[in-house]
């Protein structure tokens, strides 16, 4: 079987908080939940883990791959929510998306301050 990604574990400060926002923003389902960790499946099977880590947060990049209806569903729900974004990943073009590599694409901070990407077309 050659390697697939399985899942990967995302610091918070409040996994239900990042939880809830991550499962609100990219129409996420809900997994079994145990131990320390808050769980939500994507649909191609990728289990994204919260939890609250008894050490500083580190900021790290996640890019998600969404399809143009659901980008444009999760782009109102930043608008509507207020969330500051920007439309490249050094904060320079605030309140724009970019329509760069074929597709459209936003960043932004989820409530851990870890960067978000959301982009229509893969980069290759």
Do not use: C
Request: no cysteine; net charge negative.
């Amino acid at each position: 079987m050659p390697a697939t990604f399985n899942h990967t574990i995302i610091a918070s400060l409040d996994r239900q908080e990042s939880a809830r926002f991550y499962r609100e923003l990219l129409e996420a389902a809900e997994a079994p939940s145990w131990g320390l960790f808050t769980n939500l499946q994507l649909t191609d099977g990728v289990l994204l883990q919260f939890a609250e880590p008894p050490v500083e947060i580190q900021m790290q990049h996640y890019a998600f791959l969404l399809d143009d209806e659901l980008f444009d569903r999760a782009y109102a729900r930043l608008l509507e929510r207020g969330i500051v974004h920007w439309a490249d990943p050094q904060m320079r073009r605030a309140g724009e998306i970019n329509n760069e590599h074929g597709g459209r694409g936003v960043y932004f901070k989820d409530p851990a301050g870890h960067a978000v990407e959301l982009i229509t077309r893969a980069y290759v």
